[in-house]
């Protein structure tokens, strides 16, 4: 089986861990979960590709997020966010997102991570530091691209706020970590369980339910009509270029 090949340049991302309510403690600070596209940006010298999680190259349908990354005053960096489209209320909104013209001129990536600056590798520091250098670098930048804010108190008050403004749920990063690809307990995601997400999830479950359904229904109509064509009971009677099965 042949592997996939990514771009240069792509890290694969850290990915959360579900959970019904966020960490206790103080050693966790927590970001609002916007509802959009997990998105990597990359700037390299004068050039810059927004890479999906899977390593897709989406740099030509978010213009606006592209322009601000070209406006950073660095030679190179990697920069985790999610691209949204918000609302007048200035909440993100997936289907502002996902329906009309692929290209999202009014498309903003929410950063909250910083993987590499000027050359150096970052995902070894804490998270806390890594949140300090990003904000120093996006603070003052062009509209398309903006700081995911974090704050460091009560979780669980913060999750509440987050779900009556609408957002997806939070994100709640452990002090200290490090940034690692793949899924890790340094993260956790809580979710709204009346955000639009959140049906949108369980609807896509249920459709890849009933499609395992039907695919698993079609292998044992197959097994049974390969039984029936192996059976003794079975003639195979050919005449005039007809097959004939009773």
């Not at 029936?228 to 007809?242: E, K, N, Q, T």
Request: glycine fraction near 10%; charge should be positive.
């Amino acid at each position: 089986m042949l592997s996939r090949v990514f771009p240069a340049g792509f890290i694969e991302p850290c990915q959360p861990i579900g959970a019904p309510k966020p960490p206790l403690g103080s050693g966790w600070i927590h970001e609002i979960k916007h509802d959009g596209f997990r998105m990597m940006a990359l700037r390299h010298g004068v050039g810059g590709r927004l890479l999906t999680r899977n390593g897709n190259n989406w740099t030509e349908l978010y213009p606006s997020v592209v322009a601000a990354l070209y406006a950073l005053k660095v030679k190179s960096c990697l920069i985790d966010g999610e691209i949204t489209v918000c609302d007048e209320k200035g909440l993100a909104v997936f289907d502002l997102l996902r329906r009309g013209s692929r290209i999202k001129p009014e498309a903003v990536l929410f950063a909250f991570d910083l993987l590499e600056l000027d050359g150096e590798d970052l995902r070894p520091m804490p998270i806390e530091v890594r949140k300090h250098q990003l904000e120093q670098l996006v603070g003052n930048v062009a509209p398309g691209l903006r700081l995911s804010e974090h704050l460091h108190s009560d979780g669980m008050e913060i999750f509440e706020h987050a779900c009556k403004l609408g957002c997806e749920g939070i994100v709640s990063k452990r002090v200290g970590s490090r940034y690692v690809s793949g899924r890790t307990s340094h993260w956790v995601k809580v979710k709204n369980p009346a955000a639009p997400a959140v049906r949108r999830e369980a609807e896509e479950d249920w459709g890849k339910q009933r499609w395992r359904r039907r695919g698993r229904w079609g292998t044992h109509c197959a097994q049974h009509r390969r039984h029936r064509l192996h059976s003794p009971l079975v003639g195979l009677w050919l005449f005039a270029g007809l097959s004939f099965i009773f």
